[in-house]
């Protein structure tokens, strides 16, 4: 029988997990979870416009499940970007397929399902709330910082590191979410920004509670990248285990951390990126196990192959 997994989180980290499980969907029975928050670019755009969730996430984690290339299609569907003048300028194809058949048949939900029939996704993809939302951040001064993007992206001092993040309003989790963890045997945190994709997944009313109850193993899985330009969260891995736990109703069971050492031409290569590595204190980490291993990709970023044999070893 296969293991049922759901993944919680956003973006590329996200995506990488996706793609690793999805080497082994023989073995797993994968449904991911994507945060309702974004509010920045393309996705921001069109949710302001039209009035719909906001599609980029759901649509990378749709492709990363897709029998076919993830590369390729992720070139197609979203790294492409319009440049033809006029209102499509910085929209890619596949956040306006989703907010366009949204527009067309009224319902977010059968255009998740068209564009996952038409990838052939071999996994789930839910929103984890059906209502309109942001994200705030309370800084460590006591200011508030409202809207994902301006989180995501920020103009303040950066020395003012985020103590907690929550929604404005208050929202319900989507049922079917709540029922899947209810199922679950796995649970994977993925990597990615912190706050913005990964715990913003988490604060719909309904999930943590789910979690608390559900027999499933947590697992959180720690890329050794983060933004220095971005959110100001935890620059250690210590840390960014600390804050996700501070958010989780009981302990991980497991984290599966990067450890990949750089070259002197990597380390420039990241530069160029504007990504940092966070600081490697797994020595510090006490009461939780870590499994460190290289699953660091040619060129830059988080290896699915790597990351898919590792998957495959611990999920049983």
């Not at 029975?29 to 069109?46: E, H, P, Y």
């Not at 492709?63 to 929209?91: E, Q, T």
């Not at 939780?288 to 998957?311: H, Q």
Request: aromatic fraction near 8%; proline fraction near 4%; hydrophobic fraction near 40%.
């Amino acid at each position: 029988m296969k293991k049922k997994i759901v993944v919680f989180g956003g973006g590329n980290g996200s995506a990488a997990a996706l793609v690793a499980l999805k080497q082994n969907i023989e073995k797993f029975d994968v449904t991911a979870v994507v945060s309702m928050s974004d509010s920045g670019g393309s996705s921001g755009k069109l949710r302001q416009e039209f009035g719909v969730l906001p599609p980029g996430d759901i649509m990378r984690a749709i492709l990363a499940l897709s029998k076919y290339d993830y590369p390729i299609l992720k070139r197609i569907f979203y790294s492409n970007r319009f440049s033809i003048s006029g209102k499509l300028n910085k929209h890619n194809l596949g956040n306006i397929f989703l907010a366009l058949s949204t527009e067309y048949c009224g319902d977010f939900l059968k255009a998740i399902e068209a564009l996952s029939q038409s990838v052939e996704a071999m996994g789930k993809v839910l929103p984890n709330t059906l209502q309109t939302n942001d994200l705030v951040a309370e800084l460590t001064n006591g200011q508030e910082i409202e809207t994902e993007a301006a989180i995501d992206e920020p103009n303040y001092d950066r020395k003012l590191k985020i103590s907690k993040v929550y929604l404005k309003p208050k929202v319900k989790a989507y049922s079917p979410v709540l029922s899947a963890i209810k199922q679950a045997d796995y649970i994977i945190f993925s990597p990615g920004s912190l706050y913005t994709s990964l715990i913003a997944a988490l604060l719909p009313s309904g999930i943590l509670k789910t979690i608390e109850k559900s027999p499933a193993k947590l697992i959180f899985v720690v890329g050794n990248a983060f933004h220095p330009h971005g959110e100001t969260g935890p620059e250690d891995v210590k840390e960014a285990i600390e804050v996700l736990q501070s958010y989780l109703p009981r302990k991980l069971n497991l984290v599966l951390h990067n450890d990949h050492q750089f070259t002197a031409a990597e380390k420039k290569k990241y530069q160029e990126k504007k990504w940092g590595v966070l600081k490697n204190n797994t020595n510090e980490i006490e009461n939780i196990k870590v499994i460190s291993f290289d699953y660091e990709r040619v060129g830059g970023g988080l290896c699915s192959i790597k990351l898919g044999k590792k998957f495959k070893e611990v999920l049983k």
